[in-house]
C-alpha cells in the first residue's frame, strides 16, 4: 500500500517535471559526448569558464523567467544591461566606486519600473512596450556614451572579481545566491504564488480581489535590479563595457528560459528548468568551441534546439489538452 | 423514417479515460435526437466522431450505405455533416457574411471574394429565418454579442444544407427569445428533412422539442432512443442519475429571514444599469431573474468592486463600502462566484489546492507563504463538497465541470463570508452535481449567510429563492415574494417592452 503510493508520487513527480527532466537528460548527454570527444573539456579551468560564460546570461535568465510566468516578456532586458552598466562603469571610473554602483542600480530599477508601469497601469502589450524601450535605452547608452567604450576600469573591480569563497569565484557565487533568492521568492513568497496565479489565468485572479496590477510591476522591477548585478560581475571580469555589451542578451535570456520549459503564455515554467536551460546552452557553446565548431555554426545549432525544445513542450500539451 | 447514419461499437479514449465505450445508436431523417446524460458522459465526444472531429479508436460508421472506420472534417463536409460545437470557431474580425461564406467555393469569382453576392445571400438567410434582431451582414463578429455569435453559428451550418446538424449544448448561451428563435429554426429542418442532433442539459428542451431521447452514461447508452412522448421528465432523470431524484431541486425551506446585511441603493455604473436598489437578508436566497445582457452579471460586479460605480451607496452591515477595494470588500465578508469558470473562474493549469487557496493567500498580509499551510483546511473544505479527486496537486482542468465548479465555491468557502453572490451556478453543469450546489446554497442560508443568485433557469430560481429580483434592460423591473412567482410572470417581467 505504501510503495503503491509512493509509486504514484513518483510518477505524478515525473509527470509534473517531465519537461525538466528531458531536458535535463540532454544536458546530461551533451556533457558526456564533449568529455568524451575533447580532453580539454573536462579540465577545471574550462569548467569554471563556462560557469563565467553563464553567470550573466544566467541571470537575465532568472530575471526573464519572472517576466514570463506573468505572461509578458521584457525585451528590453539587454539594453536595460547595457545602459545601468555603461553609466556604473564610467562614474566608477570618473567618480567613485559607491556613486558608480548607486547610479547604475537606480537607472537598472527605474528601466524596469517603467516597464512595469507601462504594462500593469496602462494596460499595453508587454511585447510592444519592451520592444519601444529595448530601442530607448540602448538610443540613451549611444548618446550619452558616444558609442564609445569604457575601460582601463579601477583596480578594485579585478580584485571583486577574483574574489573567492572555499575557492568558488565571486560570478558564480553571485549566480548562485540570486538562483537560490529568485527560487525561494516565487516558491514562498505571496508575491511569488501571485506571479503564478495571474499569469496561468489573470481574470481569475481578479475575480479572487486580488490587485494584479500591483504584482505584475513586480518582475519588470526584478529585471531592473537583476539587469544591474549581471552587468556588474560581468564588466568586473572584463574591466571594459562597450555600447554593445547587452545587444545579444535580449534574446539569448528568452531563449535559454524557452528551453527550460517555461511558457510564453504565462503560468506555466521553472527556475530550475532556467537554470538547466541556461548551463545546456553554455555546455553546448563551450563544447562546440572546443571542437572547432564556428561561432557563426553555434548560432544555428542554437536555433535548431530552440525551435526543437518548443515543438516537444507542444506535442505534449495538445495530447493532454484533446478531447 | 429513413435513416441516415448508424454508429456501431464505436469507443474512444483520451489518455486512460475511456469517454465512450462499444456505442451503437442510429439516427434518422427529420427526427430531432437528443443526447443526454451527465457531465463527462461522452455526449460531445459522440457528437465529435459523427462530425469527424475525432477519430474513434474502434467500430464503423454506416452514412446511408457507405461504411467508414473513421471520418475527417473534409469527408464530413462531403457528406453534409456539420456540427455546433459549444467552443465558438468563428472568426472575430471578419464579417458575418464572410463567417458564413469564406470556405464556399460559389463565393469566390477568379479567386477573389464576391462581398456583394455573400452580403445578399446572407440577409436573405436572416429574412428566411425571420432574424431581424441581427445587424447588417457586413458587421464584424467581433461586434456582435455572445448569443448573437452562437446564432450566426448556426446560421452558417444551416446555410450549407446538410443531412445531418449536430448541436452541442447550443442554449447555454442563448437568452429565452433567442432560444425560440433556434427552436422555430430546428422546427423547419425537420420539415425539410434533416436529422438533427440535439445534446443538452435542459431537460425541459427535450419535451419541447424532441422526437427520441438516448441517455449516455459514463461512455455506454443507457436508454436508446426513447420516444419523448412516452415520457416524462422524472423518469428522464431517473435515467440520467441512475438514482431517483424525487425533488430534483429541493424547494428550500421557510426560515426565518434575518437582519438586512446588504443593502443597495440607487445603484449606478452608468452604462448597464441604473437605479438599482434591493437589500438581501440573513438567510436569505435572492434570485436575479433576467435577459442576457439585462445587466445582471455587471451589477455583481459593481457590488464586489470590480467594474465602477457613477452614483448609488453599497452597504454592508450598515457600513457604506462604496470606496473599498475588492480585496477590502473580501475581508468586510463579500463573495463572488464568477459565471464562465474557466475565463474568470480558476486557473485551470495550476494544481486544485493552489485554486482553492488564491482568496485565502490574498487576504493575509504575509510575506512569506507556503501552500502546505492550506492544506488541512483545503482537504476540509473538499470533505464538505464531496469533490471528487484523487490528489489536490492534480490540475484544475482534469476534473469534471461540476466539480470544477465545486473548486470554485471553494476558494470563497475558507473566508467564511456573510454574503455570497453566485451568477450562474448551475450553468453547463450536471444534473446530479445541480442537486448538490442546490443543497449548498441552501446550508449557507440556514447558517445565516445572505445569498444572491444570479440565474437564467426560471424553476431554478423559484424552487430556491425567497425572492426573485427580475433586472430588465439595467433597471430592476420587479421584486416577486416566491409565493406569488411564476414562470409567466418573471417572463413577462423580464422581456423588454419595445
Given at each position: 500500500?505504501?510503495?503503491?503510493?509512493?509509486?504514484?508520487?513518483?510518477?505524478?513527480?515525473?509527470?509534473?517535471?517531465?519537461?525538466?527532466?528531458?531536458?535535463?537528460?540532454?544536458?546530461?548527454?551533451?556533457?558526456?559526448?564533449?568529455?568524451?570527444?575533447?580532453?580539454?573539456?573536462?579540465?577545471?579551468?574550462?569548467?569554471?569558464?563556462?560557469?563565467?560564460?553563464?553567470?550573466?546570461?544566467?541571470?537575465?535568465?532568472?530575471?526573464?523567467?519572472?517576466?514570463?510566468?506573468?505572461?509578458?516578456?521584457?525585451?528590453?532586458?539587454?539594453?536595460?544591461?547595457?545602459?545601468?552598466?555603461?553609466?556604473?562603469?564610467?562614474?566608477?571610473?570618473?567618480?567613485?566606486?559607491?556613486?558608480?554602483?548607486?547610479?547604475?542600480?537606480?537607472?537598472?530599477?527605474?528601466?524596469?519600473?517603467?516597464?512595469?508601469?507601462?504594462?500593469?497601469?496602462?494596460?499595453?502589450?508587454?511585447?510592444?512596450?519592451?520592444?519601444?524601450?529595448?530601442?530607448?535605452?540602448?538610443?540613451?547608452?549611444?548618446?550619452?556614451?558616444?558609442?564609445?567604450?569604457?575601460?582601463?576600469?579601477?583596480?578594485?573591480?579585478?580584485?571583486?572579481?577574483?574574489?573567492?569563497?572555499?575557492?568558488?569565484?565571486?560570478?558564480?557565487?553571485?549566480?548562485?545566491?540570486?538562483?537560490?533568492l529568485s527560487y525561494l521568492f516565487l516558491t514562498y513568497t505571496k508575491t511569488?504564488?501571485?506571479?503564478?496565479?495571474?499569469?496561468?489565468?489573470?481574470?481569475?485572479?481578479?475575480?479572487?480581489?486580488?490587485?494584479?496590477?500591483?504584482?505584475?510591476?513586480?518582475?519588470?522591477?526584478?529585471?531592473?535590479?537583476?539587469?544591474?548585478?549581471?552587468?556588474?560581475?560581468?564588466?568586473?571580469?572584463?574591466?571594459?563595457?562597450?555600447?554593445?555589451?547587452?545587444?545579444?542578451?535580449?534574446?539569448?535570456?528568452?531563449?535559454?528560459?524557452?528551453?527550460?520549459?517555461?511558457?510564453?503564455?504565462?503560468?506555466?515554467?521553472?527556475?530550475?528548468?532556467?537554470?538547466?536551460?541556461?548551463?545546456?546552452?553554455?555546455?553546448?557553446?563551450?563544447?562546440?568551441?572546443?571542437?572547432?565548431?564556428?561561432?557563426?555554426?553555434?548560432?544555428?545549432?542554437?536555433?535548431?534546439?530552440?525551435?526543437?525544445?518548443?515543438?516537444?513542450?507542444?506535442?505534449?500539451?495538445?495530447?493532454?489538452?484533446?478531447? | 423514417?429513413?435513416?441516415?447514419?448508424?454508429?456501431?461499437?464505436?469507443?474512444?479514449?483520451?489518455?486512460?479515460?475511456?469517454?465512450?465505450?462499444?456505442?451503437?445508436?442510429?439516427?434518422?431523417?427529420?427526427?430531432?435526437?437528443?443526447?443526454?446524460?451527465?457531465?463527462?458522459?461522452?455526449?460531445?465526444?459522440?457528437?465529435?466522431?459523427?462530425?469527424?472531429?475525432?477519430?474513434?479508436?474502434?467500430?464503423?460508421?454506416?452514412?446511408?450505405?457507405?461504411?467508414?472506420?473513421?471520418?475527417?472534417?473534409?469527408?464530413?463536409?462531403?457528406?453534409?455533416?456539420?456540427?455546433?460545437?459549444?467552443?465558438?470557431?468563428?472568426?472575430?474580425?471578419?464579417?458575418?457574411?464572410?463567417?458564413?461564406?469564406?470556405?464556399?467555393?460559389?463565393?469566390?469569382?477568379?479567386?477573389?471574394?464576391?462581398?456583394?453576392?455573400?452580403?445578399?445571400?446572407?440577409?436573405?438567410?436572416?429574412?428566411?429565418?425571420?432574424?431581424?434582431?441581427?445587424?447588417?451582414?457586413?458587421?464584424?463578429?467581433?461586434?456582435?454579442?455572445?448569443?448573437?455569435?452562437?446564432?450566426?453559428?448556426?446560421?452558417?451550418?444551416?446555410?450549407?444544407?446538410?443531412?445531418?446538424?449536430?448541436?452541442?449544448?447550443?442554449?447555454?448561451?442563448?437568452?429565452?427569445?433567442?432560444?425560440?428563435?433556434?427552436?422555430?429554426?430546428?422546427?423547419?429542418?425537420?420539415?425539410?428533412?434533416?436529422?438533427?442532433?440535439?445534446?443538452?442539459?435542459?431537460?425541459?428542451?427535450?419535451?419541447?422539442?424532441?422526437?427520441?431521447?438516448?441517455?449516455?452514461?459514463?461512455?455506454?447508452?443507457?436508454?436508446?432512443?426513447?420516444?419523448?412522448?412516452?415520457?416524462?421528465?422524472?423518469?428522464?432523470?431517473?435515467?440520467?442519475?441512475?438514482?431517483?431524484?424525487?425533488?430534483?431541486?429541493?424547494?428550500?425551506?421557510?426560515?426565518?429571514?434575518?437582519?438586512?446585511?446588504?443593502?443597495?441603493?440607487?445603484?449606478?455604473?452608468?452604462?448597464?444599469?441604473?437605479?438599482?436598489?434591493?437589500?438581501?437578508?440573513?438567510?436569505?436566497?435572492?434570485?436575479?431573474?433576467?435577459?442576457?445582457?439585462?445587466?445582471?452579471?455587471?451589477?455583481?460586479?459593481?457590488?464586489?468592486?470590480?467594474?465602477?460605480?457613477?452614483?448609488?451607496?453599497?452597504?454592508?452591515?450598515?457600513e457604506l463600502i462604496n470606496t473599498l477595494t475588492t480585496k477590502q470588500r473580501?475581508?468586510?465578508?463579500?463573495?463572488?462566484?464568477?459565471?464562465?469558470?474557466?475565463?474568470?473562474?480558476?486557473?485551470?493549469?495550476?494544481?486544485?489546492?493552489?485554486?482553492?487557496?488564491?482568496?485565502?493567500?490574498?487576504?493575509?498580509?504575509?510575506?512569506?507563504?507556503?501552500?502546505?499551510?492550506?492544506?488541512?483546511?483545503?482537504?476540509?473544505?473538499?470533505?464538505?463538497?464531496?469533490?471528487?479527486?484523487?490528489?489536490?496537486?492534480?490540475?484544475?482542468?482534469?476534473?469534471?465541470?461540476?466539480?470544477?465548479?465545486?473548486?470554485?465555491?471553494?476558494?470563497?468557502?475558507?473566508?467564511?463570508?456573510?454574503?455570497?453572490?453566485?451568477?450562474?451556478?448551475?450553468?453547463?453543469?450536471?444534473?446530479?452535481?445541480?442537486?448538490?450546489?442546490?443543497?449548498?446554497?441552501?446550508?449557507?442560508?440556514?447558517?445565516?449567510?445572505?445569498?444572491?443568485?444570479?440565474?437564467?433557469?426560471?424553476?431554478?430560481?423559484?424552487?430556491?429563492?425567497?425572492?426573485?429580483?427580475?433586472?430588465?434592460?439595467?433597471?430592476?423591473?420587479?421584486?416577486?415574494?416566491?409565493?406569488?412567482?411564476?414562470?409567466?410572470?418573471?417572463?413577462?417581467?423580464?422581456?423588454?417592452?419595445k
Amino acid at each position: 500500500m505504501k510503495n503503491n503510493s509512493q509509486s504514484k508520487k513518483f510518477t505524478e513527480f515525473i509527470r509534473n517535471n517531465s519537461n525538466e527532466i528531458g531536458v535535463g537528460i540532454a544536458l546530461i548527454v551533451l556533457f558526456i559526448v564533449f568529455s568524451i570527444t575533447s580532453p580539454y573539456f573536462l579540465k577545471t579551468k574550462n569548467l569554471y569558464n563556462i560557469l563565467y560564460q553563464i553567470s550573466a546570461i544566467g541571470i537575465l535568465a532568472i530575471a526573464q523567467t519572472m517576466v514570463l510566468l506573468t505572461g509578458g516578456i521584457d525585451l528590453s532586458i539587454g539594453s536595460t544591461f547595457t545602459l545601468s552598466g555603461w553609466v556604473m562603469c564610467f562614474l566608477v571610473k570618473e567618480v567613485g566606486l559607491a556613486e558608480g554602483l548607486m547610479a547604475g542600480l537606480a537607472i537598472g530599477i527605474l528601466c524596469g519600473f517603467i516597464n512595469g508601469f507601462l504594462v500593469s497601469v496602462t494596460q499595453l502589450e508587454p511585447f510592444i512596450v519592451t520592444l519601444g524601450t529595448m530601442s530607448i535605452y540602448h538610443g540613451i547608452v549611444y548618446i550619452i556614451s558616444n558609442s564609445k567604450a569604457v575601460s582601463n576600469l579601477p583596480v578594485i573591480l579585478e580584485k571583486i572579481d577574483n574574489f573567492r569563497v572555499f575557492g568558488i569565484p565571486s560570478y558564480v557565487l553571485v549566480l548562485l545566491i540570486v538562483f537560490l533568492l529568485s527560487y525561494l521568492f516565487l516558491t514562498y513568497t505571496k508575491t511569488g504564488r501571485m506571479i503564478y496565479a495571474i499569469g496561468s489565468n489573470e481574470l481569475s485572479a481578479r475575480y479572487s480581489g486580488v490587485p494584479v496590477y500591483a504584482y505584475k510591476i513586480v518582475p519588470y522591477i526584478i529585471v531592473g535590479f537583476l539587469a544591474f548585478i549581471a552587468v556588474f560581475i560581468q564588466s568586473a571580469h572584463l574591466m571594459a563595457i562597450d555600447a554593445n555589451a547587452g545587444t545579444n542578451l535580449n534574446l539569448d535570456s528568452i531563449t535559454a528560459v524557452v528551453i527550460g520549459g517555461t511558457s510564453l503564455q504565462g503560468g506555466r515554467g521553472s527556475l530550475v528548468g532556467t537554470a538547466i536551460g541556461v548551463l545546456l546552452i553554455g555546455v553546448l557553446g563551450n563544447g562546440l568551441n572546443m571542437l572547432g565548431v564556428s561561432s557563426y555554426w553555434q548560432r544555428v545549432v542554437v536555433g535548431v534546439i530552440l525551435i526543437f525544445a518548443i515543438a516537444s513542450q507542444k506535442i505534449k500539451i495538445t495530447s493532454k489538452t484533446k478531447k | 423514417m429513413e435513416k441516415v447514419l448508424e454508429v456501431k461499437k464505436i469507443s474512444k479514449a483520451f489518455g486512460g479515460i475511456k469517454a465512450l465505450l462499444g456505442v451503437d445508436l442510429e439516427f434518422r431523417c427529420g427526427e430531432v435526437h437528443c443526447i443526454v446524460g451527465e457531465n463527462g458522459a461522452g455526449k460531445s465526444t459522440l457528437g465529435k466522431i459523427i462530425a469527424g472531429i475525432h477519430t474513434p479508436d474502434q467500430g464503423e460508421l454506416t452514412f446511408k450505405d457507405l461504411t467508414y472506420k473513421e471520418l475527417n472534417p473534409t469527408i464530413a463536409k462531403e457528406l453534409r455533416i456539420a456540427m455546433v460545437t459549444q467552443e465558438l470557431n468563428l472568426m472575430p474580425h471578419l464579417t458575418i457574411a464572410e463567417n458564413i461564406f469564406m470556405f464556399e467555393k460559389r463565393s469566390y469569382i477568379n479567386g477573389i471574394l464576391n462581398r456583394k453576392l455573400i452580403n445578399r445571400e446572407t440577409e436573405r438567410l436572416f429574412e428566411q429565418f425571420n432574424l431581424s434582431n441581427l445587424p447588417s451582414a457586413s458587421t464584424k463578429v467581433e461586434n456582435l454579442t455572445l448569443a448573437q455569435q452562437q446564432i450566426v453559428e448556426i446560421i452558417k451550418a444551416i446555410s450549407q444544407k446538410n443531412n445531418l446538424l449536430i448541436f452541442d449544448e447550443p442554449t447555454t448561451t442563448l437568452s429565452i427569445t433567442e432560444v425560440e428563435q433556434l427552436f422555430s429554426l430546428i422546427r423547419r429542418l425537420k420539415k425539410e428533412n434533416v436529422s438533427i442532433i440535439l445534446v443538452t442539459h435542459r431537460l425541459k428542451e427535450i419535451f419541447e422539442i424532441g422526437d427520441v431521447v438516448t441517455v449516455l452514461c459514463d461512455g455506454q447508452i443507457v436508454k436508446s432512443r426513447l420516444p419523448v412522448k412516452d415520457l416524462n421528465e422524472h423518469e428522464l432523470v431517473k435515467y440520467m442519475v441512475g438514482r431517483d431524484i424525487k425533488d430534483f431541486f429541493g424547494v428550500k425551506e421557510e426560515i426565518e429571514i434575518g437582519r438586512p446585511v446588504l443593502e443597495i441603493e440607487d445603484l449606478s455604473d452608468g452604462v448597464s444599469f441604473r437605479n438599482i436598489s434591493f437589500t438581501v437578508h440573513e438567510s436569505e436566497v435572492l434570485g436575479f431573474a433576467g435577459l442576457i445582457g439585462a445587466g445582471r452579471t455587471e451589477i455583481m460586479e459593481t457590488i464586489f468592486g470590480i467594474r465602477e460605480q457613477i452614483s448609488g451607496s453599497i452597504r454592508l452591515n450598515g457600513e457604506l463600502i462604496n470606496t473599498l477595494t475588492t480585496k477590502q470588500r473580501v475581508r468586510k465578508g463579500i463573495s463572488f462566484v464568477p459565471e464562465d469558470r474557466k475565463g474568470k473562474g480558476l486557473a485551470i493549469d495550476l494544481p486544485i489546492c493552489s485554486n482553492m487557496s488564491q482568496v485565502e493567500m490574498n487576504q493575509k498580509d504575509r510575506l512569506i507563504v507556503n501552500e502546505r499551510q492550506f492544506e488541512m483546511q483545503n482537504l476540509e473544505i473538499a470533505k464538505k463538497l464531496a469533490l471528487k479527486y484523487h490528489s489536490l496537486n492534480q490540475k484544475a482542468n482534469s476534473l469534471s465541470g461540476g466539480n470544477q465548479q465545486k473548486v470554485l465555491l471553494a476558494k470563497w468557502l475558507s473566508q467564511n463570508p456573510s454574503v455570497y453572490i453566485f451568477d450562474e451556478p448551475t450553468r453547463g453543469i450536471d444534473v446530479g452535481t445541480k442537486t448538490e450546489v442546490y443543497d449548498l446554497i441552501k446550508n449557507l442560508a440556514k447558517e445565516g449567510k445572505a445569498i444572491i443568485m444570479v440565474s437564467s433557469e426560471l424553476q431554478e430560481l423559484i424552487a430556491i429563492c425567497d425572492r426573485i429580483v427580475v433586472i430588465n434592460e439595467g433597471r430592476v423591473a420587479e421584486i416577486f415574494q416566491r409565493k406569488d412567482a411564476t414562470e409567466p410572470k418573471i417572463l413577462k417581467e423580464m422581456i423588454p417592452v419595445k
